[in-house]
């Protein structure tokens, strides 16, 4: 189903995609294949298990979870999988995150979930560590990754000088 | 497995068996059958969706887990079942149960976890909770629960009399 | 007053009406009867006490309550009757629903609140817990839930073709 | 039930005797009369109701009460009466206090709980609170709290000698 | 300056006004004589020390303070007055009033603020916690009090049959 | 009283010497002269302001106050003296620093405090925070200040090499 | 590149500017000479250490840092000056600046930032901090910042009059 | 000075190692070459500057960083490479870890840091988030993390069995 993509952005709901799209961009940017899943880890189960299963066998290297509220999408990935799986935590419920957060992170002793910031800031920079990933093998995209710094950097100091 | 049990609690290691154990010893006051199962949403995840997949056929009721850190058991288990799940979020973690509390009550719309209290009093609150289905077409369950309260009350006054 | 509704859906005042709606919308779907109730736990406690006491009387089987700030209303129902009572924080206050949650479901030993998801997402949440409930000695129930499930399986999927 | 008594301090469970006896001593130190109560929102609330309502006629100027957990039982009483109530949170759970805190001081709109310090330094501090409404209309009280006041300022000012 | 006032009602800046203007309206409905004041903890520390020592000789009863951020309005007047000072945390700074009802409420042992709900809630729920203080010693207040919870029981009553 | 020492650590009580005495450690280290005070915002209110009002008077620089649970003492103390004023929060409430924290740091606009860690590494950093301020116009306690660095430096490199 | 101004307000990025700008404001205000730089702790970490080692020897007596999200920047240049730095929290992310003000004030010990209030009123309060250090070697400063106390007391008392 | 390991684990203090010798531990069992580094964001911030940009030239294909308080440590060398940095929150403050985790996990955007859970159940997912980064081009590794799963698994059977 995911063809010969690298990475695999999933998430619980289309609501999500506003923010998850940060990641696609940046996949863009760097030439990364990659590809959307709405799936849901309360709703349908058996068919995130199932992606979570085959993501390795499918030629997958890393796989991003975006989910709010209780936002178990990311562990239940990462239980069915040995790749690397990055959460990002979505401030859709009242409590601005704050609850995505804590049941991404706090993963229990064997199944680690890569957690980033919440919400867009953590969209990009979920897609950012995980060019990090499929860079250890790929000399092109450390080098892209060594440019995007530079280019960033660059940015910072030509919004300094446009305050003079 | 479960056999004609009524209530099956549910727990990812026998660590958190000191807490859980408060809602046994409940059923056990309730005469109601029960059995513990350990299971892993992250360690065991198709044992964990097996079991609740089954639960309904297998007689079970109502189903309680227990879970600390980024609590997902309950989650997962209602995600397999449309049996009540009733959520005990464990202090575990350094975060006081906080981080468990908001991975259990805050599951997003379609598949509730009927969360109670952190830690004992929670395991406790659980198994009353469950008798309380349980009860809904058991008179014998119902009547119990109102002898159970009286006694609270009783010993709420036993204590107060003591005082003076 | 509540005839012969299965479930009840109390709320302090009309203003958490537009949260608490969304229970009734899903009991209209599941064809399951209830009223809406407006008692207060602190402006109204004599009636909130009368309706809890006789509601098992009147035929009711499960309780849902909604309220914001320090959300007594669903632990006070507790304290007056034997039937389960589903706590629905809202986010009324400055604090986002954290007070009431934490007011909701902290209930210390022996009294249960089934505490769910602050908000909209919440109320539904309760409806569908005490659909659960009711389906416990109800097939055509556990039937519609199952159905129900399958729906939301189904959006799902229907979402992630669309995105192709 | 209550005599002559100025204040009631009340309390659901006797394990929260030793933070709420701080203010019991503070009354025997000010010469105010008062009595314990202990009676639970939750497990005995009709026996906290009727004392609530009779509490103005029982010659109860003001009323302690102390909980920890879901802490309804100040706000339950308040909602019984019209006399001052003041509320103690205790650090019972595993919360340590947060979740009691908000369950009193956040009450909604036309009930309010005169919430103080949580545990022990509130216990005191809900006794001086009472002795200065009690103060309102007996100098002799007033004096006392001059009084004491200025021996809490020699108590520094002793203690800062001592560094020396 | 404060006359023959029963309460003053202080706050830090005329920003507060919008939330503490919940209590005079209280005020003016219970007949209850207060003026505002506009006097702050920090910018403003001898005026508001010299109100608070001078309040009791001035007839004062009971003293509202209103505070945002680090709220230390209430505490520095408790400092130097035995009077009942209530507190209301407001909601001005980015931390909800969190930030304002720590600060309040977590008062040490010995000089306590009589703290109420953050925000305008707060606000109404201190002036009737000051009418309560003040009906101690005056029957009509203590008549009007309940008139008015009944009036607050009537109008739930009241909104409850629009429901049908 | 506080003669010609440089800078005056103030705390609300005794009990918290324990974790201030940190900050002397710090400037006997240094050769900076200090005092200790022990003065309290609301139990001797005056005596605080009116140190405060001649810190600067009596050649004081720097002003560290702790205080745990409302700390209003730093915020006081700024309101009295256009003196810095270093807040250290003291962990002794049972919220484990987070409102002396944010009762210090929240400050309105106007005052400022300036915050430092919560507990003994705060008594710590307030005094070497203070030998800073001091040291720009002391050229000798800039060098020591570079010196601590390097020495700071030095032992966490020993650290890594006791390693091997 | 700093010239001769005595304070460097640094942000990680323009986006800042409307909060640190009441940092400028108030320098304007007082007549200190001071600079802004944009130089980011994660984008820019050479540029922001080369930065701080030079503050000292290019006159900066002062630096003031404000930055959200996991706001390393005070912490950064702290590591590289032993001038002294004050860090303001800034409210961009989900977290209302609750993350950015533990990422400030939780220095570990050895290192301080001398922490303000979260966002606007924090860049204000920075700024008036740093005037104190320098007013502590220059008389002129000294005066001016009693004579802006008073005019804030004044303002106070208008507001206050002007109620009436 | 790190030869060819694969992995480096920081920490700023010998007294982080109780915490992080869990993933030197886990790499023991898994067979990866790792090395330990005391090196601190803030009191040597130059040599950890250093480590991180020669770490890549170095033969270091991930970096584990374990930190307490406002934990800079993973930050600050995130950005000066573009290898994956992997975080470990210590509870070693007093706000229980709360602190370094969001210190930790919100990174703004363009750095990110892949964090983990608090405390020692973190440096050991730290440290299997590793492995599953060089199992990308490792087969050996990744049947290796096949197999860890495996006994993870099997471990909660049995301990399920030993139940009975």
Redesign the interface.
């Known amino acids: 189903m995911v063809g010969n993509k690298k990475v695999t952005i999933v998430m619980?709901?289309?609501s999500d995609m506003p923010v998850m799209e940060a990641a696609g961009k940046l996949f863009d940017e760097f030439g990364v294949e990659y590809n959307?899943?709405?799936?849901?880890?309360?709703?349908?189960?058996?068919?995130t298990?199932e992606f979570a299963r085959n993501a390795?066998a499918n030629g997958i290297?890393?796989i991003i979870a975006g989910a709010?509220?209780?936002?178990?999408l990311a562990?239940?990935i990462?239980?069915?999988t040995?790749?690397?799986v990055?959460g990002v935590p979505i401030?859709s419920?009242?409590?601005?995150?704050?609850?995505?957060?804590?049941?991404?992170?706090?993963?229990?002793?064997?199944?680690?979930?890569?957690?980033?910031?919440?919400?867009?800031?953590g969209a990009?920079?979920?897609a950012?560590?995980a060019v990090?990933?499929?860079?250890?093998?790929d000399e092109g995209l450390?080098n892209k990754?060594?440019d995007y710094?530079k280019k960033?950097?660059d940015?910072?100091?030509e919004?300094?000088k446009?305050?003079k």
């Open positions: 619980g709901s289309d959307y899943l709405i799936s849901s880890a309360h709703r349908t189960p058996d068919k298990a390795e290297k890393a709010g509220f209780a936002a178990h562990g239940v990462a239980a069915h040995t790749l690397p990055i401030n419920s009242s409590l601005d995150g704050l609850d995505s957060l804590l049941a991404m992170v706090q993963m229990p002793s064997g199944i680690p979930v890569a957690t980033v910031t919440i919400g867009k800031a990009k920079n979920a950012i560590l990090q990933m499929l860079a250890l093998s450390a990754l060594k710094r960033m950097a940015a910072v100091e919004k300094n446009s305050l």
